[in-house]
């Protein structure tokens, strides 16, 4: 195959994959499974060939002219890669999870055919070339995972997803704009331009100020920073294979990533620093990881714990961005692969938890480690990564951004990394605690809200093996971080190779 057919191909195999399965009967339960997994498992050998020719110096490239000088643009160079590896592998994870999930309910073709159009959506995201291309997929990904977050039905479903349209789709306007008006002004939106907008800069300070606001507004709705965040403890009716998908592969990455591209690959982090963008986005990355850290620990229930931990949590990627230096920027792009580990961890737990015991509420939780232990050792690792203790991956992050952020001259961002440590200690290890050493009633103590034996094991084997699989990779990721083409050797690469020679 010619390299410059690899994006393409690989994100028409999970569109193709989106026709067949919204054309096939609701009951065609096996062929549906085996067309999920073939798609991911193309997908994930695609990328690797990807990956291999960014290893050897060479980026592929598909493009063709839409109008004028505006193409559409696929381009698989170090940074897409990375996030497209992150999402073909948990991905992966994430249909083995559905498919156990889902079992017995109805809508399962209109569950995963747009499930399927949501990781389409997210790999070309990942390997847009230019602004235009990112923002379609960057729409379409709106649009996939709508139907996704309202799957239930339910009154509460359907408002969570029209309060997620109005944030998504308002932020899709502000970002077209900023497009629009960049474009126009400059006649640039790649991300592999080697002119820069630095010519600008001299008279136009203010209009790139402004238009540098309008991208990162938008790109911020979805990365969930506050004020921008309210769509998304509201989206946590989703069954739980669509909060993973939110939380730690798809939407609140995509903007992350989006502010990412805009920083290194559009402004360049030099023009950034001396607009003096980078000190106040990283002022409010500094708010939203206090935040939803605070507002964590005021959640009784665990999947809304969970999500106002992501809200915090995906600004470690914003804060590293606005630092200036190398260690802020491999602590950015590291926290890119691990959160994900990470957090798909604890969303898989959480679901497993409901599926099994019938458990939404800490609460009940007590004794939980007994009756579910390898659950319960999966969500400890990803607990325990996200406070960031060794040899978690999540410690990896916190060590480079506090040594960034002391490079940077910015020594308040490490007393904000401090306060943020203890504050997600707060709101884990009571869970912890009660998994483990808390009476519940594997002893006798009750019963459990709604216990289901749902297979041989502590739970069906299609949701325990994925939450397992990634909390052994999110510990081995930490524990190993010094290996070639672990998440800290691939976003050093990046950090090197890409942006700061």
Not at 65 to 84: E, H, K, P, T, Y
Not at 175 to 181: E, I, M, N, Q, Y
Not at 259 to 273: A, C, F, K, P
Request: hydrophobic content about 55%; some cysteine; proline content about 4%.
């Amino acid at each position: 195959m010619n390299a410059a057919w690899l994006p393409l191909t690989a994100i028409a195999a999970s569109l193709l994959a989106a026709v067949i399965i919204f054309t096939l009967p609701e009951d065609a339960r096996r062929l549906r499974t085996s067309i999920n997994l073939l798609a991911a498992v193309i997908k994930i050998t695609l990328v690797a060939l990807m990956v291999g020719r960014v290893v050897q110096g060479d980026e592929a490239i598909f493009s063709f002219q839409i109008v004028g000088n505006i193409d559409f643009v696929l381009r698989a160079d170090a940074l897409g890669v990375m996030f497209a590896g992150l999402s073909s592998v948990l991905w992966l994870c994430t249909t083995v999870y559905a498919i156990g999930y889902l079992e017995g309910t109805a809508n399962r073709k209109r569950f995963f055919g747009f499930f399927s159009l949501c990781v389409a959506s997210t790999l070309g995201i990942a390997l847009a070339g230019n602004l235009f291309t990112f923002l379609i997929f960057y729409e379409m990904l709106t649009l996939s995972t709508y139907p996704l977050v309202v799957h239930s039905g339910t009154d509460k479903a359907l408002k969570a997803g029209r309060v997620y349209l109005r944030y998504t789709l308002t932020a899709g306007v502000v970002l077209l704009f900023g497009v629009v008006l960049l474009y126009s002004f400059t006649g640039e939106h790649s991300f592999a331009s080697e002119r820069g907008l630095g010519d600008y800069l001299g008279d136009h300070r203010a209009l790139l100020t402004f238009i540098f606001a309008l991208l990162v507004g938008g790109f911020a709705v979805k990365a969930a920073m506050v004020p921008l965040h309210g769509w998304l403890p509201r989206a946590m009716v989703a069954p739980a294979p669509v909060s993973a998908l939110l939380h730690a592969v798809a939407v609140v990455k995509a903007g992350a990533f989006g502010i990412l591209r805009i920083i290194y690959d559009l402004y360049g982090i030099e023009l950034s620093v001396e607009l003096g963008v980078t000190t106040a986005l990283a002022v409010a990355a500094c708010i939203t990881i206090i935040y939803g850290s605070l507002r964590a620990i005021a959640q009784q229930e665990l999947k809304p714990r969970l999500a106002f931990s992501t809200i915090s949590q995906v600004s470690y990627i914003v804060l590293g961005v606005s630092l200036f230096g190398p260690f802020g920027t491999i602590g950015a792009l590291a926290h890119l692969l691990h959160q994900g580990l990470m957090k798909v961890t604890l969303f898989f737990c959480a679901g497993i938890y409901a599926e099994e015991l019938g458990i939404h509420c800490i609460d009940e939780m007590n004794g939980a480690g007994k009756r579910m232990p390898l659950t319960s050792l999966a969500f400890t690792i990803g607990a325990l990564g996200m406070i960031g203790l060794p040899p978690v991956a999540g410690f990896i992050t916190k060590w480079y951004l506090g040594i960034g952020a002391i490079q940077a001259e910015m020594y308040w961002v490490v007393a904000v990394l401090v306060a943020s440590s203890t504050l997600n200690a707060i709101y884990f290890l009571p869970i912890v605690h009660r998994l483990w050493f808390r009476v519940g009633p594997a002893h006798g103590h009750g019963t459990w809200p709604n216990e289901q034996r749902l297979g041989r094991l502590e739970t069906h084997g299609w949701l325990l093996w994925p939450a397992v699989f990634t909390a052994f990779i999110s510990l081995a990721a930490g524990l190993l971080a010094g290996l070639p083409f672990s998440p800290l050797d691939w976003a050093t690469r990046v950090a090197v190779g890409e942006y700061l020679q």
